[in-house]
Nanobody, 119 residues
Framework: VQLQASGGGLVQAGDSLRLSCLAS????????MGWFRQAPGKEREFVAA??????RYTDSLKGRFAISRDSAKNTAYLQMSGLQPEDTAVYYC???????????????WGQGTQVTVSS
């Protein structure tokens, strides 16, 4: 399984951005796709995950971020709105058997895409 994250960039506070994660290879090997992020000097943290009809979010981002998935395209999306400088991070997509908010729950990882929000 290979995951390719894209869509990051430099935006201003208040802007929106949509990240994409394209999965290839043995996509039947996982149920859930998720997003994590790592800000400079901080540990990687869970953002959101989707599997079947279920979604899961970290509480602080619920309402601003929305995860979706197009199974026909083997692609997961993270729609981010109202971006703030504190959202600046490298965003990683991941895939695994369930929607748990822990890194260890995911077997496959993409390379990350940089999101920078200027004030």
């Amino acid at each position: 399984v290979q995951l390719q994250a894209s869509g990051g960039g430099l935006v201003q506070a208040g802007d929106s951005l949509r990240l994409s994660c394209l999965a290839s290879g043995r996509t039947s090997a996982f149920l859930a796709m998720g997003w994590f992020r790592q800000a400079p000097g901080k540990e990687r943290e869970f953002v959101a995950a989707i599997g079947g009809s279920s979604t899961r979010y970290t509480d602080s981002l619920k309402g601003r971020f929305a995860i979706s998935r197009d199974s026909a395209k083997n692609t997961a999306y993270l729609q981010m709105s109202g971006l703030q400088p504190e959202d600046t991070a490298v965003y990683y997509c991941a895939a695994g058997p369930n929607l748990l908010p822990f890194e260890d729950a995911y077997d496959y990882w993409g390379q990350g895409t940089q999101v920078t929000v200027s004030s």
